[in-house]
């Protein structure tokens, strides 16, 4: 009897299991574009591509901005007032057992943008803070830092270019059980490919270190991620503020609403502050950033769709982000 029992039980986990994979977190970065020169970890689950599979991911993130700021004590001033699109291709491979090796080619694209007077609105609807947004003219842009007059960095509108391609070899620790969570290591390296003049990147190499921990209850599922981001060397103009590295951070809840077809997810990021000394709030403070996602999965291919904002209204996260993402991985007919 006893048997018995514990195999009804083993059986209807498995089931379980099966029935509500995992599909989050949301691997959404800071869209700010001075945080967007340097590396930084993409949030991401604890577990690695089986051996021998292979993923190709199509994301964008589309962002509105507003970001203005000036010390009297330092003449620091930066001025962010763009609508900024963000695509890349991803490539993922199970190499090992274990093991998986990625490959991130981002794209960036700026200009004054077309959607001022909505978020004016949405702001206004939902009370969110404007932080002055009314006082400029809609469609304006604007990418600048300066000391006491002296541009440190400035960049016009830029088309469709490629950025900085981003490298990646994720381990796995720990594997999930009935109490203990998953657990992998993620090693990144940011290749300076994009134009460093331009605001396609940094014009140096960046390496990263990320820890990711998730687990599972039936519908619910908690993922986990701290990184840190050592910054190479750069001159752009503004490194006498930069700092030498960046921690981050995602804390995530994903609920099952139908088997494998469609999640519901909340996400809570952040970052330390790249910029030090300049008496900035938008620069010196860190990231902040609310992302609610939906997400789900058809045989080998995979959907994401989110919407993020700035919820404190101060620092360098960005006012309003949407982000898609479509998977599709070669080896697999069920979802994980």
């Known amino acids: 009897m006893k048997r018995l029992i514990f195999c009804l039980l083993a059986l209807l986990m498995s089931a379980s299991v099966h029935a509500y994979p995992a599909h989050g ?3 959404l970065r800071s869209q700010n574009p001075l945080y967007l020169l ?4 993409r949030p991401e689950r604890a577990v690695v591509l089986p051996f021998r599979q292979l993923r190709l991911s199509a994301r964008g993130a589309y962002s509105n ?3 203005q700021g000036t010390s009297a004590r330092t003449g620091v001033q930066v001025d962010l007032d763009m609508e900024l699109f963000r695509p890349s291709l991803l490539v993922e491979w199970g190499f090992w057992p274990g093991w998986e090796f990625g490959v991130e080619l981002p794209f960036l694209h700026f200009e004054g943008g077309f959607l001022d007077a909505f978020i004016q609105d949405f702001h206004s609807t939902f009370g969110f803070p404007n932080a002055g947004r009314e006082q400029v003219p809609n469609g304006r842009f604007r990418y600048s830092m300066s000391q006491n007059g002296k541009n440190l960095y400035q960049v016009g509108t830029e088309a469709l ?15 999930e059980g009935a109490v203990r969570p998953a657990l992998s290591g993620t090693f990144y390296l940011k290749v300076p490919t994009g134009q460093s003049g331009q ?8 390496i990263g270190l990320n820890l990711a921990a998730e687990k599972s209850y039936k519908r619910v599922h908690a993922y986990a991620n701290l990184g840190g981001v050592l910054l190479g060397a750069t001159d752009l103009g503004i490194e006498s503020f ?4 960046l921690w981050t951070w995602m804390t995530a809840l994903e609920v099952s609403l139908w088997s494998h077809h469609l999640s519901v997810l909340a996400q809570l990021q952040g970052d330390g502050s790249l910029f030090d000394g300049t008496d900035v709030q938008t620069l010196d403070q860190g990231n902040l950033i609310l992302t609610i996602g939906f997400m789900g999965q058809e045989g080998p291919w995979g959907w994401k769709v989110a919407f993020a904002e700035d919820p404190s209204g101060q620092g360098p996260a960005v006012d ?3 982000y898609f993402e479509l998977s599709y991985t070669w080896g697999q007919s069920l979802p994980n």
């Open 25 to 27: 977190p949301i691997a």
């Open 38 to 41: 340097f590396l930084s970890p």
């Open 65 to 67: 901005m507003f970001e």
């Open 161 to 175: 270019r490629p950025s900085d391609v981003a490298l990646h070899v994720k381990r796995q620790i720990l594997t």
């Open 199 to 206: 605001g396609l990147g940094s014009g140096m190499p960046d």
């Open 242 to 245: 930069l700092n030498a590295n």
């Open 320 to 322: 309003f982000t949407t």
